[in-house]
């Protein structure tokens, strides 16, 4: 199981030093929001240029933007090793997806708890990774929507049927109680912010998500 700790939970007067004490993951997730598409704000491209040389595994890019395609290159730019953008966008997305894998990112797409998840047919054969959110975006620290279960296990029945090979991701409200179910129904990587960032002892919630089974 890869973890992807949310920065959205770090502290954001001291983001160098937090980002040592998650170390220990794989991925480093990083919640883009635009304050049209969600209403909340919170980082750009610049910054995520600056965290990129303080974390050594894959930047995990997520954006909840009502315009994913105008700062495209300058996420590509940044460092980011996966980008993730919304279906429910009104930009054409194949093109977009596309130019993502062509400079060798992981190319994912996501869904809000209220999409129908038939909606993302049309991209489950290009992408590399499906995001489900398990809570309205916007802001950390909500409660999981345990619907997102159901998601996750049909992903893991059309990748299966279609030979499709994308990861499966979740993203919102995932702890230590639903990462075992979530591991079962299909989840490839736990997005998870606040369950690490308010533990005394990241590293040790990390490798208990990491063995969740
Ligand atoms: C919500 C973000 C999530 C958020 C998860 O819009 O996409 O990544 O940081 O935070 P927790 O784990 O606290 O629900
Ligand atoms: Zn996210």
């Known amino acids: 199981m890869i973890v992807a700790p949310s920065l959205?939970?770090?502290?954001?007067?001291?983001l160098q030093a937090d980002i040592e004490t998650i170390q220990a993951a794989q991925w480093l997730h990083l919640d883009v929001m635009d304050g049209h598409f969600v209403p909340n704000l919170?980082?750009?491209?610049?910054?995520?240029?600056?965290?990129?040389?303080?974390?050594?595994?894959?930047?995990?890019?997520?954006?909840?933007?009502?315009?994913?395609?105008d700062l495209l290159n300058a996420y590509l730019d940044a460092g980011a090793d996966a980008i993730t953008v919304h279906v429910e966008v009104d930009e054409p997305l194949e093109p977009l997806l596309k130019a993502i894998k062509k400079a060798g990112v992981k190319a994912g797409i996501s869904l809000k708890p209220g999409t129908a998840l038939t909606a993302l047919e049309p991209y489950l054969e290009v992408v590399d990774l499906v995001l489900v959110?398990?809570?309205?975006?916007?802001?950390?620290?909500?409660?999981?929507?345990?619907?997102?279960?159901?998601?996750?296990?049909?992903?893991?029945?059309?990748?299966?049927?279609?030979?499709?090979?994308?990861?499966?991701?979740?993203?919102?409200?995932?702890?230590?109680?639903?990462?075992?179910?979530?591991?079962?129904?299909?989840?490839?990587?736990?997005?998870?912010?606040?369950?690490?960032?308010?533990?005394?002892?990241r590293q040790a919630v990390i490798e208990a998500l990491e063995h969740a089974r």
């Open 42 to 69: 919170s980082f750009g491209p610049g910054v995520i240029k600056q965290l990129r040389p303080h974390f050594h595994g894959a930047f995990d890019v997520h954006l909840m933007v009502s315009n994913p395609g």
């Open 133 to 201: 959110m398990s809570v309205e975006p916007g802001f950390g620290g909500q409660a999981f929507q345990p619907e997102a279960l159901t998601r996750i296990e049909q992903l893991k029945i059309w990748r299966q049927a279609h030979a499709y090979d994308y990861l499966i991701s979740v993203d919102g409200g995932v702890d230590l109680n639903n990462a075992q179910a979530l591991k079962q129904a299909g989840a490839d990587v736990l997005v998870a912010g606040s369950t690490i960032f308010k533990a005394t002892d």
């Open 8 to 14: 959205l939970a770090a502290n954001f007067a001291q």
